[in-house]
């Protein structure tokens, strides 16, 4: 679990939500942080404490198998030396959906990484769902606010 | 807006906590920082970006006044130099509620705090509603966990 190493919060982040795609849990939970005070809030959820009970529920969300395409939009980045916080629009597509199908309502999603000895890698993860499409779907990739 | 200092992000937290109670809108905003990227999803609610909707939003939220007693439990903090990231539940209390009355339910809250040359300041606020009461109700302020 601990063999990946991401060199910026960002390479984290886009390991997060690959794993999510592809409901792969030992990709998923090589993102997190091995650490005890590891938080993740799902969608409509309670809040989940330590590497035990964020793994149990990946597990559960992922036994079904890939089943959604994400698009990930409307990033903002706050950077600092050993945290980063970054809030997000996750946008799910289920597969083999109609074009003219109601689309899955979007997620908002706060997620925060830590610089450990091993990269960086998530602490918290807090989602829930948002009352309707955003306006405008702006690239992913905004420019980071940094503070140092 | 700009007079309070906060030396620390607690102290940040908790004048949020007192205004969010009290319905204090100035209270309010005095906590946030001065700056285009806050961002504020309140329960159930999309995601609000800048000083400007997180005021009205606010405004809208403290307009009938104050009625409701408030208690943060269960605090987890993550702290650096530059960012605190603080998780927590917050226990509403129905003014004139009798003993046996259902109580509302608890909302899981993720507050990010900036250090600004001004002090410490909310940069994100995201809460959402937990499905059920926690089952410890742990002293507010565990020591938190530095990064520095």
């Known amino acids: 679990m601990s063999a990946k190493i991401f060199p ?3 390479d984290a982040e ?3 939500y690959e794993a999510l795609e592809r409901c792969d849990l030992e990709g998923m ?3 997190w942080a091995e650490d005890e005070d590891v938080l993740c809030v799902h969608p409509t959820g309670g809040r989940l404490t330590g590497q035990d009970q964020v793994r149990e529920s990946w597990a559960q969300m992922f ?3 890939p089943r959604a395409r994400l698009q990930v939009t409307q990033q903002v980045a706050i950077s600092a030396m050993m945290l980063a916080v970054h809030s997000v629009f996750e946008n799910f597509s289920l597969e083999g959906a109609a074009p003219g199908d109601a ?3 979007p997620i908002v999603a706060t997620n925060v990484y830590l610089r450990t000895a091993a990269g960086w890698r998530m602490i918290v993860h807090h989602a ?3 009352p309707a499409q955003p306006a405008a779907a702006e690239p992913r990739q905004a420019p980071p606010k940094l503070l140092h």
Chains 1, 2 share one sequence.
């Open 8 to 10: 910026t919060a960002q």
């Open 14 to 16: 886009n390991a997060f």
């Open 29 to 31: 939970m090589a993102v």
């Open 63 to 65: 036994a079904a198998g």
């Open 103 to 105: 689309r899955p309502l």
């Open 128 to 130: 829930s769902p948002a």
